[in-house]
């Protein structure tokens, strides 16, 4: 009796691991492309001139409308685009990665907690942390962060932009307390550790031959 408790441990740990590991690999992707989807899906809806939707970044004939913007020539800006059409499409990829979040929760809380439902949840806001980055930078007198989509939505509709950090912050905390009830008890450590190592071999795999090959 004790040898097959003992001989099922490892394999039930090495499930576990593999479970998470496959879950994390699946989210980092999955949120990356998902949040330029709601981007690309509000530029579409503004017929913005030579628009494309790549694997991590939406483009379309900007560089004149973001240099009125620099000058504070709001009026130049919208000769090429709408403004308010350009900060909602900056403000579709966040939109769309706490909408996924919200989902996730849902889905975990009325279905079931599925491991790749819990690390979508937890994967998809960290980008936020980019907003963190650029405080950090600020307040040690090094230059911020070039440009995220805090940052836009900010220049276009003058919201603070450390308003609209905290809002991604304030996600990432309530969504990774929620979510913590469906990480497996006793084996946290092991589902998170191979959920992180999952998503940065997956965002690795994405980023550096999937998506270029899909989406250049």
Known sequence: MDGT???????????LLLKWLL???????????????????????????????????VTWDSQEFWDAVGREDFAAAAAVAPVWGVALAAAGGPLVTYAMVAACCYGCARWHP?????????????????????????????????????????????????LLVALGLLVVAISGAWLARYLPRG??????????AGAVAGTGLYLGYVGPWLLP
């Not at 084996?187 to 992180?196: F, Q």
């Open 187 to 196: 084996k946290r450590t092991v589902a998170v550790v191979s959920m992180l």
């Open 23 to 57: 879950a994390g690999f699946a989210a980092a992707p999955l949120g990356i492309l998902l949040h330029e989807l709601g981007h690309y899906l509000v530029y579409l809806a503004m017929d913005v001139p030579n628009l494309a939707l790549h694997y991590e970044t």
């Open 114 to 162: 599925y491991p790749v439902l819990v690390a979508i949840g937890y994967l998809s806001p960290l980008r936020i942390l980019v907003g963190v980055v650029h405080g950090v930078r600020v307040l040690l007198g090094h230059d911020p962060v070039a440009s995220y989509d805090e940052v836009r939505v900010a220049a276009l509709t003058g919201i603070p932009v450390q």
């Open 5 to 15: 408790l003992t001989g099922a441990a490892p394999d039930s740990r090495r499930a």
